[in-house]
């Protein structure tokens, strides 16, 4: 019993170690990526018409004229305290910013997951056990045509069809001007928000606006998930041991989910992980197209901005965000497969 708990404790250890390690590595990345980078941080605030006496002014208060390594640390202990700076673009607190942005990013992504997940897993399963038949041809179109196709170009697409043509969902944004102001915030996702203030009116409106980029985002992730799921299963399907419970007249539904799908359900966990943290990463232009208040925009404007201390926080809370997921994965890896506990 000792033993196990000397294990366990080493194991919690050992993850926080991997974590702490990982992150201080995302902060060197970003770190230097913001002095590598040809922007002038200095001149993004003064302006390039300062003089000479403002400019070294303004340089000394951000700092930078330390050595590089005084002020790697300085930008870390001001990170591990909350203080990324204040963003050009909005003249507030980056932090603030992110809190504002960064559900809105959430909010889409994690419907655009579930609908990956929930359409791609059982179209991956068919298009395996129904290998070279018409809906296994359907569904790999579907999959290559997910991989080729440009997300603005759909977005377009979808606005023009099914908002303006057929009028069944709402327009770009993330809530109609009429219900702004209604919810008070406390998650920043309006869905959430909305049923916690019983403003069932504002939660559908929410709803008809999350409705289409949540779907061109569950589209590419259905692509990417189904295809995985059946390249999995074409793999457990060809075991001997699913070709001997067929032999042994075990029903086929059982044979296909029970033998086959069980075993793949841990790589799955992998591939759902790192295609939520794509959407989380790779929606600006759904959020361009769509006009919504995400982190993807938030970030794209910071840029045209030259605002890096905006940049810099975006790209952190997305790093920060594939390594939790990573983690989180591992976690799952371990619970549901016992070989990886020893």
Known sequence: MAGQAARGVGGIAR?????????????????FIGRVVPIDPVLAVVGDRATPAV????????????PLVVQFFSYVGDVLTGNLGRSISTGRAVVDDLG????????????GILIGVVLGVPMGVTAATRQGSLSDQVIRVLGLLGYSVPAFWLGLVGLAVFYAGLG???????????????????????LIDSLLAGETEVFWNAMSHLLLPASILGFFS???????????????LSQEYVTTARVKGVPERRVIWRHAFYPIRIQLITVIGLSYASLLEGSVMIETVFSWPGIGRYLT????NADMNAVLGATLV?????????????????????????
């Open 222 to 236: 259905l692509a990417y998930i189904a295809r995985m799921t059946r390249s999995f299963m074409l793999d457990q």
């Open 301 to 304: 404007v910071a840029l045209l």
């Open 15 to 31: 993850f926080i170690l991997v974590v702490a390690a990982t992150f201080l590595g995302l902060l060197a990345i970003t770190f």
């Open 168 to 190: 069944w969902v709402a327009g770009p944004g993330r809530i109609d001007i009429f219900y702004e102001g209604l919810v008070e915030p406390v998650t920043g996702v309006y």
């Open 100 to 111: 504002r942005f960064f559900p809105a990013t959430l909010e889409m992504a994690t419907v």
């Open 55 to 66: 400019y070294e002014a303004a340089r000394e208060r951000m700092g930078l004229d330390r």
């Open 318 to 342: 997305i790093g920060s965000v594939f390594i939790l997921i990573n983690k989180l994965s591992d976690v799952l890896y371990r619970i549901l497969d016992p070989r990886a506990r020893r």
